[in-house]
């Protein structure tokens, strides 16, 4: 078993995503009616939700008791999915509160999303697109290590099924929550 990580923490020599552009085109595109798998039980269609979302996509959350792969902490924007899920988890009362619902996505199963998800006390689910047919619908950018293909950190404000707002790159992962909250804070829903 290798040594214990916590992967709560992020270094802090962590090197910082650049925007290539990748996510320029999502503002304002609507959700296409896909049904995702979430870690509660149920499949999440987000193109149906009335009201606002929040959707954090980050790469695969780590497991302590299995390493993470080779060079992962030298990928910008690849550490930091823990940190950036209990953000979340720590934020969820007020972005509950601000009328939001708030979900993660990545491209790992349904299976590893619920053990991070249980490990983690997360009170929102995890959606898998493990085959990456949001990713496809919508281009969202991603990178490919050890024969994955990943999503790119990236967070949408989804208002009535369409991308109201995107943060891209997220960086640091630990701020994200704070910073939705702060923008959300000062643009009431619109119906």
């Known amino acids: 078993m290798p040594d214990h990580v916590d992967l709560t923490t ?26 995702l798998p979430a870690t509660d039980g149920s499949w999440v269609d987000l193109s149906a939700l009335p009201g606002r979302s929040v959707v954090y996509c980050y790469p695969r959350t780590g497991r302590p008791d299995r390493p993470s792969p ?9 550490r930091g999915c823990t940190a950036q899920s209990c953000a979340y988890r720590d934020r969820y009362a007020e972005l509950s509160s601000l009328g939001v619902r708030v979900f993660g996505l990545s491209a790992q199963s349904t299976e590893e999303q619920h053990e991070a998800a249980e490990r983690l006390r997360l009170p929102y689910p995890l959606l898998s697109d493990e085959a990456l047919a949001l990713v496809a619908a919508l281009r969202l950018p991603t990178f490919a290590v050890e024969g994955m293909t990943l999503l790119k950190r990236l967070t949408l404000i989804v208002n009535h099924g369409r991308i109201e707002r995107v943060d891209y790159p997220v960086f640091p992962p630990n701020a994200d929550a704070g910073n939705v909250v702060a923008w959300l804070r000062d643009r009431p829903a619109t119906t």
Do not use: K, R, S
Request: charged fraction near 10%.
């Open 70 to 78: 080779a060079g992962w902490d030298a990928i910008p924007g690849a």
């Open 10 to 35: 992020l270094p802090p020599d962590l090197p910082a995503p650049t925007d290539d552009g990748a996510a320029n085109h999502l503002v304002g595109l609507p959700l296409p009616a896909l049904a």
